[in-house]
């Protein structure tokens, strides 16, 4: 029995401000490895005109989305391809910022082991969170841990 495809990327236009009012969209994400470059490249293309610099936008949102994404598909929705993951996004004069939700049941992000500290080098866990938080300008997650939201500040 073969597994049937991963419904389409859906992109919702929630409101499309003047200059200086936001922009809102929101994509739903099939819980699929394989849509998460067409994810990705989806937002930062919603985003260009935007406050990041053009090497924030190919680099930090990209690397820290797709992080997020691929964290979302594997752990909270188990890659089961009939789940969709939540992707929601604001751009303002000052700032993206990113929520992406799965469906799991969430974890506690200070559980996650330092990825710097001696003990935990050869370990894999913790390096993606460890990664998130160098790209982006602030991570906070809902006290669930199945939502994570990343702010990427103009620059």
Known sequence: ??????????????????????LEFSLGVPSD?????????????????GPLSMRRLAFNLRTALAEALTNAITYGSRRDPAKVVQ???????????????DVGDGFDPAAVPDPTVPANVAKEDGRGLFV????????????KGNVICLTLRAG
């Open 1 to 22: 029995m073969t597994t049937p495809p991963a419904p389409p990327l859906r992109l919702v236009v929630r409101r499309r401000g003047r200059e200086g009012q936001p």
């Open 33 to 49: 490895l394989a849509c998460v470059g067409d994810a990705v490249e989806l937002v930062a293309l919603q985003c260009r005109a």
């Open 87 to 101: 992707v929601r996004v604001e751009v303002t004069v000052q700032a993206v910022v990113i929520r992406v939700q």
């Open 132 to 143: 998130l938080r160098h790209l982006v300008d602030q991570v906070t997650f809902n006290p």
